[in-house]
């Protein structure tokens, strides 16, 4: 029986009951669903991230000198987040996609835990781009961490490209750098078509990744949000989950 002295139960079966009245449910999550699996927010103040200012793409493009801290920096926290592995959170959305309601998760994150879980890679669309792998700047081609750090430990310079000798970055989108398109379109389409728009773990502050839950709104989606923290789109939600992110989520493992 439900209990509704527990106003969080309460939130979670409210929850419940609006994702199984869903057709098609859009997830978009932020750093809050991989917190729990060891990874900080890069934007709270004690995040490893914020002790240097970010490394602009003009300067990346244009410094070999900025290119080297780039990578400096990667592979100190790469060692860092070795370890992170999948969240209850990230099981739930897992769960969610392979019930059928959910076609994909947007996603906020670069840690590649959403592939870890299970997740195929039409099922996550990475607004940011992905810290797990690097990629020419030139021609796409992608090649593994490992084999660039192989050869920048041992030269002291990134390697260039295999194919184009062009400059290799971690596919991540970095400050200055444009949008990828092709995740914005499909990232849209799933924002359209949906009736569910469930954000897991953003305080959606970050643009343009923040504008998504209220183009769901406008096309007639139903708003939710779970979040440790308020937001600033809390007032245009259905329905608020000011809470841990894992204890909100672990409820919905199949
Ligand atoms: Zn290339």
């Known amino acids: 029986m439900r ?16 994702i199984q009245a869903s057709r098609v ?4 999550t ?10 900080p927010d890069f934007r709270s103040p004690n995040s490893p991230w914020m002790r240097h200012k970010p490394i602009p793409f003009e300067s990346f493009l244009h410094s070999p000198e900025a290119r080297r801290e780039a990578w400096r920096r990667k ?19 897992a769960s969610l996609i392979a019930s059928g309601r959910m076609p994909a998760v947007i996603t906020q994150n670069i840690d590649g835990l959403h592939q870890a879980s299970g997740l195929g890679e039409n099922e996550v669309i990475e607004l940011h781009g992905n810290g797990t792998y690097a990629k020419c700047l030139s021609c796409g081609r992608r090649h593994e961490l490992d084999w660039v750090r192989l050869r920048f430990e041992a030269s002291g310079e ?19 750098q444009a949008m990828p398109e092709e995740p914005m379109r499909v990232a849209q389409k799933l924002a359209a078509r949906c ?3 469930l954000v897991i773990g953003s305080s959606l502050v970050v643009y343009p ?3 998504f839950p209220l183009f769901a709104k406008e096309n007639g989606a139903r708003l939710v949000i779970v979040n440790r923290e308020p937001t600033p789109l809390d007032g245009a939600a259905d329905l608020v989950i000011h809470a841990e992110i894992g204890c909100v989520l672990s409820q919905f493992l199949l």
């Open 3 to 18: 209990d509704m002295t527990d106003p969080l139960a309460a939130s979670i079966a409210t929850l419940r009951e609006m």
């Open 75 to 93: 592979f100190i926290m790469d060692d860092l987040y070795r370890d992170a592995r999948p969240s209850r959170g990230h099981l739930a959305v």
């Open 195 to 197: 009736d569910l728009f």
């Open 30 to 39: 932020g750093a809050g669903i991989s917190t729990e699996s060891g990874v």
């Open 25 to 28: 449910v859009a997830g978009f």
């Open 209 to 211: 990744a923040a504008a």
């Open 158 to 176: 990134p390697p260039e490209c295999e194919a184009c000798g062009g400059i290799l970055k971690s596919a991540t989108i970095s400050f200055g």
